[in-house]
């Protein structure tokens, strides 16, 4: 998410097309993220939301007051920073129409890329009275909260999605919807009867974990990292349901700035690769050096990539030893020793 955005969505207030929230006013500002200058007369208290931890550590930063997940309700106005993830925009209008009084405002903006223009028109679908002006390439829009809302909250907000009949998922995460399928490459190579601590770095909403714990129960102990919040809440779940007596741990965790105290005998991951709509593989090899880091002498490193990526150099600069267990047509299963 660029600056524009967070730009286009206060300027409806720094332009005076809308008054801004005053003193005494409470705003909850969903998919925050730092780097925004409230517009003058702006003086509400704003409780911002962004359960990526990366954001969150910035706004923080920033001295901004935010937490993971939703905390209250009864908002004066909402803020909405719409990301490319159409369900969870949507999941944040309808915590945003959940938590205002009714008669508060709500005030939404993003790019094309973003999905924008769908939805406003899908809200204009309910009969909102909703305004909208562009601006830094971008839209914003804004209407206020009907009394009754309960047709848009049923429409937008997202349960849990079951997979494969054992895990639950929800939009916004990492493969919400179904195994990923290099996941499933990596979790057919997964060691059996392994004894030992176990790290699943970028943990997702468990499947790796859980696959590694069913097929070495043995193990000592297995800690999740995972920068997204509530993935790492849903693999707990999962965990919990299929693995209830792994011994598991849970890190909400940017691996790419935050160091790792512990140390490992195996570690397991699919780093994510995209920043934005294109592939980005510095994220992976920042993670690929923490966990040459966080391993013991003589500890395993195991990988699951596009065939593209160039991550055997950063394997080879940081391990004693370093190969490829196999490739599919998509993927790679890489290895390394400390």
């Given amino acids: 998410m660029s600056r524009e955005s967070l730009k286009t969505l206060l300027h409806p207030f720094a332009s005076g097309t809308i008054d801004p929230p005053r003193e005494g006013e409470r705003v909850l500002f969903l998919g925050a993220e730092a780097g925004f200058v409230l517009p003058e007369g702006f003086s509400a208290s704003l409780s911002a939301v962004q359960g990526f931890r990366p954001l969150y550590r910035q706004l923080l930063s920033q001295r901004i007051e935010v937490w993971p997940e939703i905390e209250g309700e009864d908002y004066d106005a909402a803020l909405v920073l719409c990301t490319k993830h159409k369900g969870e925009n ?25 999905g924008i223009q769908p939805l406003r028109k899908h809200l204009e679908g309910f009969g909102f009275d909703i305004r909208h002006m562009p601006k830094y390439h971008g839209v914003a829009f804004w209407f206020m909260r009907p009394v009754d809302v309960s047709e848009a909250v049923s429409k937008f907000a997202k349960s849990p999605v079951r997979v494969d009949g054992r895990f639950h998922a929800s939009a916004g995460m990492f493969s919400h919807d179904r195994i990923d399928d290099g996941s499933e490459l990596l979790a057919s190579r997964l060691p059996t009867n392994f004894t030992g601590d176990a790290a699943d770095f970028g943990a997702g909403w468990g499947y790796l974990s859980v696959e590694l714990a069913q097929k070495s129960p043995n193990l000592d102990r297995l800690d999740l990292y995972e920068a997204n919040h509530a993935a790492l809440e849903a693999a707990k779940a999962n965990l919990a ?27 397991v991951m699919n780093p994510p690769f995209h920043e934005g709509h294109a592939a980005e593989p510095s994220l992976g090899q920042a993670m690929i050096k923490t966990a040459a880091s966080a391993l013991r002498g003589g500890g395993r490193l195991m990988l699951v990539a596009n065939r593209g990526l160039p991550y055997e150099p950063v394997l080879a600069a940081n391990f004693k030893e370093s190969g490829e267990t196999c490739r599919n047509a998509r993927f790679k299963v890489l290895w390394a020793k400390k």
């Fill in 241 to 267: 349901e299929n693995c209830p007596n792994a011994p598991a741990r849970f890190f909400w965790h940017d691996l790419a700035a935050e160091p790792v105290k512990d140390r490992y005998d195996l570690i």
């Fill in 90 to 114: 949507e999941a944040n209008i309808a915590a945003a129409l959940s938590r205002l009084k009714a008669g508060g405002l709500i005030v939404v903006a993003g790019g094309k890329e973003d």
